[in-house]
């Protein structure tokens, strides 16, 4: 049940991660409603990532890693969100574009390297 669950988490979370670049790709190619429509099917695919991390951590036990995966997993959803709008508003900046990749590729390793997801590796 704990394999079948994460492996849905990691389906659910490659989709957000391939959602938010087609956002990107589209507004860069000033395709801006299509982009829009998808930034709104993006905010509804970080509910089930919610929903299957809080699933995966509740059926092991609770450690200090898992916490920490948590508190990342919500910090790279919000940095997503924040650098979205930016790029709605054309008001982005290089350092935070830089940052934001930086921190969710660590969340993503985080993931795969901590006891709960070494098993996908």
Request: aromatic residues 12%; proline residues 2%; glycine residues 10%.
């Given at each position: 049940?704990?394999?079948?669950?994460?492996?849905?988490?990691?389906?659910?979370?490659?989709?957000?991660?391939?959602?938010?670049?087609?956002?990107?790709l589209?507004?860069?190619?000033?395709?801006k409603?299509?982009?829009?429509?998808l930034?709104?099917?993006?905010?509804?695919?970080?509910?089930?990532?919610?929903?299957?991390?809080?699933?995966?951590?509740?059926?092991?036990?609770?450690?200090?890693?898992?916490?920490?995966?948590?508190?990342c997993?919500?910090?790279?959803?919000?940095?997503?969100?924040?650098?979205?709008?930016?790029?709605?508003?054309?008001?982005?900046?290089?350092?935070?574009?830089?940052?934001?990749?930086?921190?969710?590729?660590?969340?993503?390793i985080?993931?795969?390297?901590?006891?709960?997801?070494?098993?996908?590796?």
């Amino acid at each position: 049940m704990t394999d079948t669950i994460l492996t849905i988490h990691l389906i659910v979370i490659a989709a957000v991660l391939l959602l938010a670049g087609a956002v990107f790709l589209f507004h860069q190619t000033n395709m801006k409603r299509t982009a829009v429509l998808l930034h709104y099917v993006l905010r509804f695919m970080y509910l089930p990532a919610i929903f299957t991390g809080g699933l995966v951590l509740g059926l092991r036990p609770v450690y200090l890693g898992g916490l920490l995966k948590i508190a990342c997993g919500f910090i790279s959803v919000g940095l997503i969100e924040v650098y979205l709008v930016q790029l709605f508003k054309n008001t982005r900046h290089r350092l935070f574009t830089r940052f934001m990749i930086g921190f969710v590729l660590f969340t993503v390793i985080l993931g795969l390297t901590l006891p709960q997801g070494i098993s996908l590796l």
